[in-house]
């Protein structure tokens, strides 16, 4: 079984809309990482997420840790065009091995 | 901004050959990693190094080796390619300040065929 779980699997948005996505993890989640790939090429590091109740922002993108939950969540505000690929986590769940979330494709139509 | 560099974007092999595929990074990272990943499936770690001539099997070693010979540079092996490693093969680097609290820079990937 995946230690980290992302939802929704796909996401298809129109252009302009919110939308968010979760990552949740089986074990307490010591800090977390953010990627972003667009398909076929390597993944772009977002942002890293040390703390329970940390957020950060870039651009119009926002990720939260909530330690409690195990979870962090990635919110886009207005979604554009070139906000589309694939989002994954990362992180070391109960602080053993590092590993990947399995992704969430985002389509955003214009 | 860091810098990994894969050797070849796309490459087609025939079964049984030996494979290299290289990486380099520029940021005197400590660690390196390869990692594979395919659909449903994910990201999964095959070999890291943290250190020149040092190397710790991932989660799906076999039929792979790896060489670090220079820090900057970590190549992976495949002994005698066969199409069950037809993937995407990611390459990617971070510092060594904690294995897990540094962000690791990736690669673009190379996409490998095995005829």
């Known amino acids: 079984s995946q230690e980290l779980e992302q939802s929704p699997q796909s996401l298809i948005v129109q252009e302009g809309k919110n939308l968010t996505i979760n990552c949740t993890s089986s074990?307490?989640?010591?800090?977390l990482y953010w990627y972003k790939q667009k398909y076929g090429e390597g993944l772009i590091f977002l942002m890293m997420?040390?703390?329970?109740?940390e957020e950060k922002s870039h651009e119009k993108i926002t990720a939260k840790l909530d330690e409690k939950k195990q979870q962090s969540s990635l919110h886009i505000t207005a979604s554009q065009p070139s906000h589309a690929g694939i989002y994954l986590c990362?992180?070391?769940?109960?602080?053993?091995?590092?590993?990947f979330g399995p992704g969430t494709r985002l389509s955003v139509l214009p | 901004d860091v810098k990994v560099t894969q050797s070849s974007r796309y490459l087609v092999k025939r079964t049984g050959e030996k494979v290299f595929l290289e990486c380099v990074q520029d940021?005197?990272?400590?660690?390196m990693f390869w990692y594979r990943q395919d659909p449903g499936l994910g990201l999964r770690l095959i070999y890291f190094?943290?250190?020149?001539?040092?190397?710790e099997k991932g989660d799906i070693p076999e039929g792979y080796s790896v060489s670090r010979e220079k820090k900057e540079r970590f190549s992976l092996i495949l002994e005698s390619a066969s199409t069950n490693q037809t993937s995407m093969y990611l390459c990617?680097?971070?510092?060594?300040?904690?294995?897990?609290?540094?962000?690791?820079?990736f690669g673009d990937g190379t996409r490998l065929s095995i005829l």
């Open positions: 074990k307490t989640l010591y800090g």
């Open positions: 997420l040390q703390k329970g109740g």
């Open positions: 990617a680097s971070s510092s060594l300040t904690g294995f897990s609290n540094q962000p690791q820079h």
């Open positions: 940021m005197d990272h400590e660690n």
């Open positions: 190094s943290y250190d020149v001539k040092m190397k």
């Open positions: 990362g992180a070391a769940p109960g602080g053993q091995n590092f590993v």
